[in-house]
């Protein structure tokens, strides 16, 4: 890559006389004006052409593998501080270049990382704080991670480690556990690494926590990921896991978010949500807030596929599933015009499953119009 853009100095309409110079060589050359074709006739010094076109030199397999055994070693004599200069300059290497990233996995060295991570978490973390923070920081910009770096990431010490970045007070390991995390969870086919974080009051306190006082746009969307997976864990876990996110407020949480989310931000609040109305307790508090049919209903067909079918399978879900015997969730839903809306959406096309949940919902919304149009006549009339 190149070093730094200097911008091009803006050209003289004619070209002034230079004073006589003294340097010699290089230093002539270098500072020896150029001008462009007479056409534009832009002026600006030799020296920014050199400058521009220095190239960085490529890291080599060779010096990657050196670094890698050199990380083994720290980690066998427990060398934090060795270990975090070694790690350090496998970080800058990987923000120099793709080309050096590539090297970086190529040989291996995520693995590398992910096994010296788990090996100084197993100690105090305390002490080891500083070298584990280096690895974390560096990891992420090694995304996406498999296979055995996977493996050391989700054992017991090195979760345990990311829940205690997780908790501190530093906005940057809060940041870089949480999009560690999402890595895990995302990845994870046996549930153990997401029944880890289901089952640790600290991580749930800490990822609603990031929902509530955000620190970035991307610590809020890894976090919606990591709680989406956690809540769409076995069944076993999931409905108590639920009712702590709802009693904590996480739904209250999510439909201000969504009042005016980005795409991104909104597709995975909804999901949230989805999973949330899975169960009784979810749908029940869901029900209660004013701002629950508005928001989702105005989703529909305004975000993007992902977000429209998100929307209708919580609509379908709240209103399908409704203990209350008035089933004010219909009238609700007719209000805020769901009924137009579900019109349009069979209309223009969407998922099989999607059409399957939007017209049962149609039919069963025509039922209670009649109700809707008594409560309108009656508001009219007072």
Request: with cysteine; proline share 2%.
């Amino acid at each position: 890559m190149i070093r730094s853009w200097r911008r091009l100095r803006a050209g003289r309409h004619a070209r002034k006389e230079q004073p006589a110079r003294r340097e010699t060589g290089a230093s002539l050359i270098e500072k020896d004006p150029v001008t462009t074709t007479p056409r534009n006739r832009i002026t600006y010094d030799r020296v920014n052409i050199l400058i521009e076109n220095e190239r960085i030199i490529p890291v080599r397999s060779v010096e990657v593998l050196e670094i890698n055994s050199k990380i083994k070693t720290a980690c066998e004599t427990q060398d934090q501080v060795g270990c975090k200069d070694l790690v350090a300059k496998i970080k800058e290497w990987a923000k120099e270049s793709e080309s050096n990233k590539s090297c970086i996995v190529d040989n291996a060295t995520v693995s590398v990382l992910a096994a010296a991570f788990e090996s100084f978490s197993k100690t105090c973390l305390d002490e080891n704080v500083s070298v584990l923070e280096e690895i974390l920081s560096t990891l992420i910009l090694l995304f996406p991670l498999e296979g055995e770096a996977l493996t050391h990431l989700g054992s017991v010490s090195s979760m345990g480690c990311m829940i205690w970045f997780l908790n501190s007070g530093d906005l940057s390991r809060r940041r870089n556990a949480v999009l560690l995390l999402t890595e895990l969870v995302s990845s994870d086919s046996d549930q153990r690494k997401v029944n880890v974080l289901s089952e640790n009051e600290g991580a749930i306190e800490a990822l609603f926590k990031l929902i509530e006082e955000p620190i970035s746009s991307t610590a809020t969307k890894a976090a919606l990921v990591v709680i989406y997976h956690t809540i769409a864990s076995s069944a076993s876990v999931n409905d108590k896991l639920i009712q702590k996110f709802v009693d904590m407020g996480l739904v209250s949480l999510l439909l201000e978010m969504l009042v005016d989310a980005q795409r991104s931000v909104c597709e995975k609040a909804l999901s949230v949500l989805d999973g949330i109305c899975s169960t009784d307790y979810g749908r029940e508090n869901a029900n209660d807030k004013p701002l629950t049919m508005p928001v989702v209903v105005k989703k529909i067909l305004r975000v993007s596929e992902l977000a429209t079918e998100l929307s209708v399978s919580i609509l379908w879900k709240l209103c399908m599933n409704e203990k209350r015997e008035e089933k004010t969730a219909f009238v609700e839903a007719l209000q805020v015009g769901a009924f137009q809306k579900l019109l349009v959406l069979l209309q223009v096309g969407c998922a099989e499953r999607t059409k399957e949940k939007a017209s049962e919902a149609l039919k069963l919304m025509n039922l209670h119009r009649d109700r809707l149009e008594c409560v309108d006549g009656w508001k009219k009339g007072l």
